[in-house]
């Protein structure tokens, strides 16, 4: 946990397919945003809590799983219209399919994965074409997830806020040939972030 128990705020984060909850790049963004106004929650996944124990590396697990961890973790952290969820791309885009369902005050997703990389007739967009609860994507301009190219003619509801992550990668990482820096770039998506709960603070009346 990253910030205050008393913060009127808690965005709870989940992780993306490969890296546990406590990664570099979860720690970046939990330790940016975590303070006095927000709460930050992590939680894995179980096939990701079970490498801690085995020492294993194991798929993901399947998708009605990944959805009851979500329904469980929020379902423990109180009322939802206080929580902010979301994550890193597989963490985020699960997170995204039950946002309406439970009521979630916003949904921010680091690196969304719009299509498999090299398959961009695939896409995994369909529940974001009606989407209700208030939302933040951040996207670098090189995911080879989704480009800027491919994500223009997406139809996308217009409660999503797309914003994108100059040079980045799927974590945000920039090519050495761009002159930028991976914290630039990370300290760039923090900023975004509390700019977005900034505002859904002040649309809820929450201080």
């Known amino acids: 946990m990253n910030g205050s128990s008393d913060a009127p705020l808690v965005l709870v984060l989940a992780h993306g397919a490969g890296a546990a909850m406590d990664s570099p790049f979860m720690n970046s963004i939990a330790e940016g ?4 106004d927000v709460r930050v929650v992590r939680f894995e996944f179980p096939y990701m809590a079970a490498r801690r124990t085995t020492g ?6 399947r998708e009605a799983v990944l959805l009851e961890s979500w329904r469980s973790i929020m379902t423990k952290l109180g009322s939802a219209d206080a929580l902010v969820i979301g994550g890193k791309s597989m963490g985020g885009r699960i997170a995204s399919m039950l946002a309406d369902e439970v009521g979630a005050a916003g949904l921010v997703c680091l690196g969304y994965p719009f299509h498999p990389p090299g398959n961009p007739a695939r896409t995994r967009i ?3 074409e009606h989407l209700h ?3 933040l994507i951040l996207q670098g301009t090189r995911d080879s997830f989704g480009r800027p190219d491919e994500i223009a003619h997406y139809p996308l509801s217009q409660k999503i806020q797309l914003a994108w992550i100059d040079d980045g990668d799927h974590s945000f990482k920039p090519a050495k040939r761009s002159g ?3 914290a630039q770039n990370l300290a760039h998506a923090i900023s975004l972030i509390q700019r977005f709960l900034a505002a859904l603070k002040a649309h809820t009346g929450r201080s």
């Open 33 to 36: 945003i975590g303070g006095v």
């Open 56 to 61: 294993r590396r194991h798929a993901p697990d």
């Open 133 to 135: 609860t208030p939302a």
């Open 180 to 182: 930028r820096s991976e």
């Open 126 to 128: 369909k529940h974001l």
